[in-house]
T-cell receptor
Framework: QKEVEQNSGPLSVPEGAIASLNCTYS??????FFWYRQYSGKSPELIMS????GDKEDGRFTAQLNKASQYVSLLIRDSQPSDSATYLC?????????????FGKGTLLTVNP | ETGVTQTPRHLVMGMTNKKSLKCEQH?????MYWYKQSAKKPLELMFV???????ENNSVPSRFSPECPNSSHLFLHLHTLQPEDSALYLC???????????????FGPGTRLTVL
């Protein structure tokens, strides 16, 4: 099983719809979970961090974490064409190397006008 | 300057050249990272420094040599690279280690490296 797994997509949604991005991870002791947005040719930009089970909302973005199921998701409400990008899920290692982040390959999201 | 800056933004070098990548963070962070991003592959951690001390060398070939003279600056010295080393090299910083939210890492714009 891959350490951090994401559907590579592309995920295509119409403008104004909800985009749902999913991520599963294998390290049961992980405590920190991050979503990064990466536009083509650019570097990753941190958009959400989540550390506790449940939902965390920030504007149009909601991160959801379920540690029992080892699952983290990102919902983007009222999707805009400017949200079209690759979304990277990152999870920290448990134990003494908790500063290490393991990244998924990313999900390419396309929002159609 | 704000955030994390990297120079040069693009670099083309031959296999026998020696070059250096520079990273500077203006966030007051104590930890800095080098990552490699190749097409179709996840981000790969290369090196980690905390308060100028290297804490991680993720099995990186010796043709990549990091240097961290202080907590704001990080270099990656390159020599006798191979064409498969062509990639986007990203620098990141975080406040520190330990607490959960200290792991938030912020990336620079990257250096696009091409090895001929």
């Amino acid at each position: 099983q891959k350490e951090v797994e994401q559907n590579s997509g592309p995920l295509s949604v119409p403008e104004g719809a909800i985009a749902s991005l999913n991520c599963t991870y294998s390290d049961r002791g992980s405590q920190s979970f991050f979503w990064y947005r990466q536009y083509s040719g650019k570097s990753p930009e941190l958009i959400m961090s989540i550390y506790s089970n449940g939902d965390k909302e920030d504007g149009r973005f909601t991160a959801q974490l379920n540690k029992a199921s080892q699952y983290v998701s990102l919902l983007i409400r009222d999707s805009q064409p400017s949200d079209s990008a690759t979304y990277l899920c990152a999870v920290n290692k448990s134990g003494g190397s908790n500063y290490k982040l393991t990244f998924g390959k990313g999900t390419l999201l396309t929002v159609n006008p | 300057e704000t955030g994390v800056t990297q120079t040069p933004r693009h670099l083309v070098m031959g296999m026998t050249n020696k070059k250096s990548l520079k990273c500077e963070q203006h966030l007051g962070h104590n930890a800095m990272y080098w990552y490699k991003q190749s097409a179709k592959k996840p981000l790969e951690l290369m090196f980690v420094y905390s308060l100028e001390e290297r804490v991680e060398n993720n099995s990186v070939p010796s043709r990549f040599s990091p240097e961290c003279p202080n907590s704001s600056h990080l270099f990656l010295h390159l020599h006798t690279l191979q064409p498969e080393d062509s990639a986007l090299y990203l620098c990141a910083s975080s406040q520190d280690f330990g607490g959960a939210n200290y792991n938030e890492q912020f990336f620079g714009p990257g250096t696009r490296l091409t090895v001929l």
